[in-house]
């Protein structure tokens, strides 16, 4: 979302991009399944931004491939990050990796990679999580 010449963030986008991840650059559909982006410069550079983010909110460095690997690749990663990289997956039940109350995890994360690119700030305490 535009604002004053400023792109803004937010959890829907983060989401978006989050399900078209694996193929990112054929479009970023939207919930209702618009089309938010077919522009592979501008797809790129919300890749990016994405990848920093997800990068910024844990103790791994996510390097943005997904080819030839596993969830369980990414076991020692932040938990925050792993929610994410759930989501990029398609994987909703993490009960059985020690994930719980993962929809309020998983707002959680989103906002704080908001936070990230559109301030700067990480702003969370890994304990509270």
């Not at 963030?9 to 618009?34: F, P, Q, R, W």
Request: with cysteine; net charge negative; charged share 25%.
């Amino acid at each position: 979302m535009w604002k004053n010449d400023e792109y803004i963030y937010t959890k829907g986008i983060l989401g978006s991009i989050a399900k078209s991840y694996d193929h990112i650059y054929n479009g970023i559909e939207t919930k209702s399944g618009m089309l938010l982006e077919a522009n592979t410069l501008s797809i790129a550079e919300y890749k990016a931004d994405f990848d920093r983010a997800l990068n910024a909110i844990g103790q791994s460095n996510w390097t943005g491939e997904i080819d030839n690997k596993e969830f369980i690749d990414f076991r020692y990663f932040g938990k925050l990050q792993c929610i994410v990289i759930a989501d990029i997956y398609g994987i909703d039940e993490l009960e059985s990796w020690g994930f719980y109350d993962v929809p309020r995890l998983r707002g959680y994360a989103y906002s704080v990679m908001v936070k990230f690119l559109n301030t700067g700030e990480t702003g969370f305490v890994s304990r509270s999580v």
